[in-house]
């Protein structure tokens, strides 16, 4: 068979096969099969060698025309898929931005998250720093550094969950003040929010575990109005105009001296009602001054330093804002009653 021959089957199987090629992967092998190293092409440019000297050029000129138009040929084919798959690419991945969409069901905060948040906001904003501590706490700081000595009531098994003779279930958040005043120098002011424990039966008003934010300042010349200024201000950024604060003398061994403070009954602004059980107060918090013993025991000096502290019971406030008239209901995870904070 004669080159020109040949070369007219070439193209004959090529023009064929290009009509089919119906992707840019199948061109490509099309292109190997015909062009490339190994290609139909290729064998006749290296059986040139069987040919006689006067054949030779003209045989390389057909085969280098060939080559051309061959390519030419794929060329144009090529452009024709590569446009085709353009626009397949542009409809498979087109949005339809009128289509309704599923949005994922949207979580919200728990009332005792909100409230904390709130209080947080609150107290960083009048200067204090957030410190948190461990809630499997030794006793050492739980109680013996929060001058609560071994025979003391509130060491009592019936309220404390003991790990070991050592360990014990933070009761109150008060061992991050000796942790707080270990670790820093006056001036110190910080608030720690965190979740205690006691060993109470659960019912409306108890839970084993529960949540307090616990305040401690101390520095030079702190006093009682001191406390009661920061209070007062709590009590309005949480409640509103004109809550404030009632002071009742009271004991903690890691006061002196401690005081229980009433916030003005935010359901009937003090007048009285079921609420506050007609006194127009409400018990939320304990504080009062440091003891100097426990300065003292914390490494700070109590003839330069004085400080206060309270510890501010959560869930009472929460109840009290959203009127929330059972515990457990912080505690079911019922959606019912979540959904309501959204
Ligand atoms: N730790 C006390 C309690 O749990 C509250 C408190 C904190 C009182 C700081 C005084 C000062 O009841």
């Not at 061992?175 to 005043?181: D, E, L």
Request: glycine letters at 8%.
């Amino acid at each position: 068979m004669g080159m020109s021959e040949r070369i007219n089957e070439i193209r004959t199987i090529l023009t064929n096969e290009l009509e089919q090629a119906e992707t840019t992967q199948l061109l490509d092998n099309l292109r190997v099969r015909i062009l490339g190293k190994k290609g139909e092409l290729t064998a006749l440019l290296r059986g040139m060698g069987q040919l006689s000297p006067e054949e030779r050029p003209q045989a390389g000129q057909l085969i280098n025309e060939a080559r051309e138009s061959f390519t030419a040929m794929l060329d144009e084919k090529l452009a024709v898929l590569k446009a085709k798959e353009r626009e397949e690419a542009l409809k498979r991945e087109a949005i339809d931005v009128t289509q309704p969409v599923d949005l994922p069901a949207e979580g919200g905060e728990h009332p005792i998250t909100l409230v904390m948040n709130e209080m947080i906001d609150c107290f960083t904003g009048m200067g204090f720093e957030v410190v948190e501590g461990p809630e499997v706490e030794l006793d050492h700081y739980n109680f013996e550094l929060m001058n609560i000595p071994k025979n003391h009531p509130a060491r009592d098994a019936q309220d404390t969950f003991y790990i070991d003779d050592n360990i014990v279930l933070r009761t109150h958040t008060s061992p991050i003040q000796a942790r707080t005043m270990l670790s820093r120098k006056p001036p110190i002011r910080v608030i720690c929010p965190g979740r205690v424990y006691r060993a109470d039966e659960m019912d409306a008003t108890h839970s084993p575990v529960f949540h307090q934010m616990e305040g401690l300042v101390v520095d030079k010349d702190v006093n009682m109005a001191d406390l009661r200024g920061t209070l007062n201000a709590f009590a309005e950024r949480i409640y509103g105009k004109g809550i404030t604060t009632r002071f009742r003398p009271s004991f903690f061994p890691f006061t002196e001296p401690s005081t229980e403070v009433d916030l003005t009954c935010a359901a009937c602004h003090g007048k009285g009602c079921r609420v506050c059980k007609g006194t127009g107060w409400i018990e939320v918090l304990g504080g009062g001054m440091v003891n100097p013993k426990v300065l003292a025991d914390c490494g700070i000096d109590p003839e330069i330093y004085s400080g206060f502290a309270f510890g501010i019971g959560l869930e009472r406030i929460a109840m009290q804002r959203y009127s929330i008239p059972d515990l457990r209901l912080l505690y079911e995870g019922d959606v019912r009653f979540l959904n309501q904070f959204r």
